[in-house]
């Protein structure tokens, strides 16, 4: 039922899977984009904290069609929150999935943005890292940074980022940290170098190692991470 009611979609719609216990968590988001470096260090971290599904995000906003498994089975593009379901555990909301609204529907983003970092409040959270890839010719990759902060920014550039100035960050992964900002929340953004359009599971793992030393965590991933949204 809840499938034919998603086709049917005229306004975005969460279906909550299990409400997680947390206690002031950090929401990190990593989403399809280049070379899927967000998406792949997102799903380091869920592997590492044992984070489970707990909620997905559909909306009319997303591209018009369905993903189809290797079951033959068919789903219409979505986000997915993950959470620990123990407070034992990191408290952590991540997001990923498997598609972005197109680039020129700038009405989609924002709405989508500002819909997520609603669903984030009410679940506690003031504190962002959003995640991404960022194209660079260097045979170093590095990790850069922004911030909504000079002390946040120079707080992760102690830890090993890079300040990534005087560019534009797209998509949600920088409109996130920016209408974040707007609301009184504060967030970082990290970007791992990579060359191309490619997944490119190195500049993924190499955002996870960052984002692990800021969060505190002493973790080591699980599984193998999927290649492809």
Known sequence: MLLL????????????????ELDDPVFVEGLPGFGNVGKV?????AQSIDAKLSAKYYSPFFPDYVNVDSNGICS??????????????FSAIILTGNSQPPVDNVVAHYSICEEVLDFI?????????TIGGVPTPSEKKEVYVAATSNALAAEIMGKGGVIYGKGRIMGATGL??????????TGICLLGGTEGLQPDKDAGFKVFQLLSKILGLDVTPKVKTEGKG
């Open 176 to 185: 996130l940290l920016g209408l974040a900002k707007k609301r009184g929340l």
């Open 121 to 129: 409040e009410s679940l506690g959270c003031s504190f962002l890292v």
């Open 5 to 20: 009611a998603v086709f049917g979609l005229e306004k975005s719609y969460i279906h909550r899977i299990f409400d997680p």
């Open 41 to 45: 260090a997102a799903q380091l971290l």
């Open 76 to 89: 219409p593009p979505c986000y997915k929150f993950y959470a620990p379901k123990s407070k034992e555990k």
